[in-house]
């Protein structure tokens, strides 16, 4: 049976998969300047005979064309980007690039998808349809890799009927999958604010305007715009993370800096939300003899699950894995640029467990310490294939 097969060739490729894994961990790369990671993964894919197109700079993309008769198409995704991030792990595999770190995964991921395409290439004869594999970069940068490499026609020549993405989840044990139909994971915007007054000394507050107390009053008010606006059955947060109001104990500052982010899973809601926030805070601002510049930088859309191709996708997680393997995932609010394919195409974007408590491989991702527990590694390569023939119809 073909899926005897697959967990046979996951089982004799596991050592390359692993070794590609930690040649990518340790020579990291930041979003748009993947350039020797595009080289390594494009090595791997001659290695394999397949050709592949340039995409966004450094995205690859290649076909794998089943033997049997079809015309179906499936897409399947890594991405390929680190993070500005100091590793602190002490492993022989350790990040060779100073504060440049795989704190998300994406080695993984990437070594992952060449698994699977290996796979795939050794069992043409079994399957008919196309595989259309995907190495996208910068997923952890506006405006997203995924929307460039949209712009730049990966989703055409040939069109897929599915694209379907994994993603570590070290919430999740090793050797177990997550899957959530419908709406998965939130937009993600960035806020950028600046209160503006008249600083002067902090004893005479009345000939001041003072900007540190109109941003309270703002702060305070803009979370009304969630728990006051917004439908209730609809996820929404609102949340700062920065507040410069470079002042002293006696010496009231002209103006104050606020960053924050807003993330939500409906589109009409969100733009409305923005209009609102903004109103809102110039208003106050205005009322209180100040000034407010309130900008938004407008980021990846939510993610959403299609629920038939779900429902399949997770019937074949749980014919290769056993159903006791295979868990429902919560709606989780940050922010992923695969939500650009899930909102063109149907799509699915799972979770891969790669927790393991009896090594300490429990860290969160994008944390100086963040490791995956290698032994996914079989599960993420075969699964995939597994994924990708069955979706095909085979």
Not at 104 to 127: E, M, N, P, R, V
Not at 155 to 167: R, S, T, Y
Not at 193 to 219: E, S, W
Request: glycine residues 8%; hydrophobic residues 40%.
């Amino acid at each position: 049976m073909i899926k005897e097969k697959i967990q046979e060739l996951a089982g004799s490729i596991f050592n390359d998969v692993v070794a590609n894994r930690r040649h990518l961990h340790s020579h990291p790369e930041l979003s748009f300047h993947e350039v020797e990671t595009s080289a390594f993964v494009a090595k791997k894919l001659d290695e394999l005979g397949l050709q592949y197109q340039r995409m966004a700079d450094n995205g690859l993309v290649a076909l794998i064309k089943g033997e049997k008769p079809s015309d179906q198409v499936v897409a399947l995704r890594a991405d390929m980007d680190a993070l500005p991030i100091l590793e602190a792990n002490d492993v022989p595999y350790k990040s060779q690039n100073t504060g440049i770190m795989h704190a998300c995964g994406h080695d993984a991921h990437t070594s992952s998808l060449l698994g699977t395409a290996k796979i795939l290439t050794g069992l043409t004869s079994q399957f008919g349809g196309t595989v259309k594999l995907i190495f996208q970069p910068a997923e952890e940068k506006l405006p997203g890799g995924a929307s460039l490499m949209i712009k730049e026609g990966v989703l055409e020549n040939p069109k897929p009927q599915a694209v379907i993405g994994q993603h570590v989840m070290p919430l999740i044990d090793a050797g177990k999958v997550g899957f959530r139909a419908g709406k998965y994971m939130a937009s993600a915007d960035e806020i950028y604010v600046t209160v503006r007054g008249k600083g002067g000394h902090a004893a005479q507050p009345q000939q001041n305007i003072d900007p540190v107390l109109i941003t309270a009053h703002i702060l305070t008010a803009l979370q009304q715009v969630v728990s006051r606006f917004a439908d209730p059955k609809t996820p929404s947060v609102l949340s700062f993370g920065k507040v410069i109001a470079n002042g002293a104990t006696n010496v009231i500052p002209n103006e104050v800096y606020l960053e924050g982010t807003f993330r939500t899973m409906d589109e009409k809601w969100r733009a409305e939300a923005h209009i609102k926030m903004k109103k809102l805070a110039e208003g106050i601002a205005e009322s209180m003899g100040g000034s407010c510049e309130f900008n938004i930088m407008k980021g990846y859309p939510f993610l959403v699950n299609e629920e038939k191709l779900t429902a399949a996708t997770r019937a074949s997680a749980e014919e290769y894995l056993g159903k006791e393997n295979v868990l429902d995932l919560d709606i989780w609010m940050a922010a992923e640029d695969f939500a650009y394919y899930s909102q063109v195409a149907d799509s699915c974007f799972y979770r891969l467990g790669t927790r393991n408590e009896s090594r300490g491989i429990t860290s969160s991702v994008h944390t100086p310490t963040f490791d995956v527990e290698e032994s996914a590694l079989q599960l993420s390569t075969g699964l995939m294939a597994y994924l990708a023939i069955k979706q095909l119809g085979n």
